[in-house]
Each structure stands twice: as C-alpha cells, then as structure tokens.
C-alpha cells in the first residue's frame, strides 16, 4: 500500500505530502525497530485537521490532540505514524504512571546492573512517534520527567546514566478526553511544549468515508441505518442523556465485521454497543436507539450485496 495515498485521495497539499516524502527519504528507519511501522485499521478522514498535524510535525512540534470520546484521536496519531514511515510507540498514562516507566528502570543482567529503556527511551533513541495516550490521567509529577524531551532541548537526562539527544525525527503525540473520571486538567507547563488540536466530533460524512473504505461490498441503506445509529447516540451523549460508554465507534466497525462473518445484525450490534453499558436504565436507552435503526428481522442479506 502507498502510505502517503491516503493524504492524496484527501486533497491534502501536495506541498506537504512532498515534504513528508522528503522527511521519511531523510530519515531512514533502523531495520530492528521496522516491525513497529503498523498499518491502521481504521481510515482516518479530515483533510484539515490533517494538513495542520503534518505541518507541525514536519517543524519539529509535538502534537496534543483533544475532544470527547470516538473523534478520531488515536486513529489520527497511527495514520501520521504511518505516513512518516516512523516505529510507533504508544503509552498508556494511567494514575500509576511513574517516570520509570517513561523512560526506564534499573535492572540486572549478567550480575550487571543495565537500564532496562522505556518506551519514551526508545522513541527517542530510534526516532520513533511516540503516542501519549490520555496523558492527562498521569499525575504531574510523573509526565514532568518529559519536559526537556518535549521542548527545544530534545533530550533525556536519566539519572545514573548519560543524557541522550531525541533522534531529529523523533516526534510525540499526546491524546487526552475531556471529563472523565480519573482525568485532571494539564499543567501550563505541559501544555506549553505542544500544539493543541481540538478534533471535531464525527459527522455524516466523515463517518462514510470510514464505512465505504472498509465495507465496500457493503448495502447503503444498512450503512446508512448504522451511521444514523451512531450519530443518534452521539447526540444522546452530548445531551447528557446517556453516557459515552455505548458511543464505541471501534465497536460499532466491529459489529458490522462480525455481520459478515453471518451474525445477525441485531446480536452483533448488542456485542459492538449495547452490552458496553452497565447500567440497567441506560442500557435501555441505548436497545430503544437500536431498535429504531436495526430491525429484528435483518439479516446479513440485507447489509452486504455478496
């Protein structure tokens, strides 16, 4: 596949797309880490949003993405990974994060005592993407380790070891959801060492795309029904009338797999979105939505045409 075929197909600037063909010529990426350049999944769609993440990441800036639950954060951080041809590594911030973590543990080896790389140590050391996912759920003291990584100084002091320089291709992506529990707000000293983007929330269009790249094969009165059904929760969620745990767009993708595979329709979509909720009242609430968009009686028939 032509990594760089997506951003065409999109009309993105072909002044970026030349400069990010320049960048991944540069930067050759190091055969041991090669396995860790993964194709996404998912298709990304946003010829904006993605003309201003190539841009700053071309300058050398890191990239903090933001927005509500299933707005494409992830998916967006893999598919400019992917396009810089650089390894990923992703990191999980959760309330227990430590800088150990981050960028490494003492450990022994041979009777040797060997500093055992983090992920932030290894992008920095193969010029990776590093994906910081959530970041905003670590406590300050732990992501505070990254400061000098992620401004002009573009290094790594690790104590008891020498200081590394970041690889010059090394960039980081950082992603956070707002209000959820365990999550706290961004210290300005943090936030300072990126260019924020604010991802919209997913639309009709946006979400075609997605399901026509997938499910070519795929009827359009079924993908219809499935995109109505995620814009209906989506809006049932930002009305605070349910909450974002059926809003599951991986789930929802996932669903219409399994539908192919000869699962019906209804019980697919109660494994992709309705069983993600735990609470009783709400789960009713999300069935209701269900069942207005997914007759009972639909069939694999009625959502692919081979």
């Not at 797309?17 to 298709?43: C, G, H, Q, W």
């Not at 973590?101 to 992008?123: A, H, M, P, W």
């Not at 573009?154 to 365990?182: C, E, Q, W």
């Not at 797999?257 to 609470?279: Q, Y």
Request: aromatic share 10%.
């Amino acid at each position: 596949m032509n990594q760089l075929k997506f951003l065409e197909d999109q009309n993105v600037s072909s002044g970026l797309i030349e400069a990010v063909r320049k960048f991944r010529k540069t930067y050759p990426v190091d055969e041991e880490v090669a396995r860790r350049i993964v194709e996404p999944s998912i298709p990304f769609y946003g010829k904006d949003i993605l003309e201003m993440a190539i841009a700053a990441l071309l300058e050398g800036e890191n990239l903090l993405l933001t927005g509500p639950k299933a707005t494409g954060k992830n998916i967006l951080a893999e598919h400019l990974a992917y396009s810089f041809n650089r390894p990923t590594y992703n990191v999980s911030f959760h309330v227990n994060t430590n800088s150990g973590d981050l960028i490494g543990t003492d450990t022994f080896v041979n009777n040797e005592v060997q500093l055992r790389k983090g992920s932030i140590y290894q992008c920095a050391q193969y010029g990776g993407f590093g994906i910081l996912d959530e970041i905003n759920m670590a406590k300050n003291d732990a992501v505070s380790v990254l400061h000098a990584t992620l401004d002009y100084r573009r290094s790594i002091d690790v104590p008891g070891y020498d200081k590394i320089d970041l690889h010059p291709a090394a960039r980081f992506i950082g992603t956070m959801n707002y209000g959820y529990a365990g999550t706290k707000e961004l210290n300005e000293a943090l936030v300072s060492r990126f260019l924020v983007i604010d991802m919209p929330p997913q639309n009709e269009e946006t979400l075609q795309f997605i399901f026509d790249q997938m499910f070519p094969s795929a009827r359009q009165e079924a993908v219809q029904q499935f995109i109505g059904l995620f814009l209906d929760l989506q809006l049932k969620a930002l009305n605070s009338e349910i909450s974002t745990k059926a809003l599951d767009l991986r789930g929802l993708l996932a669903a219409m797999r399994i539908v192919d595979a000869g699962l019906e329709p209804l019980k697919a979509v109660k494994m992709g979105i309705v069983n993600k909720t735990f609470d009783v009242f709400e789960k009713e609430i999300v069935e209701d939505v269900v069942m207005t968009r997914i007759p009972e009686e639909w069939t694999r028939e009625q959502f692919y045409q081979d």
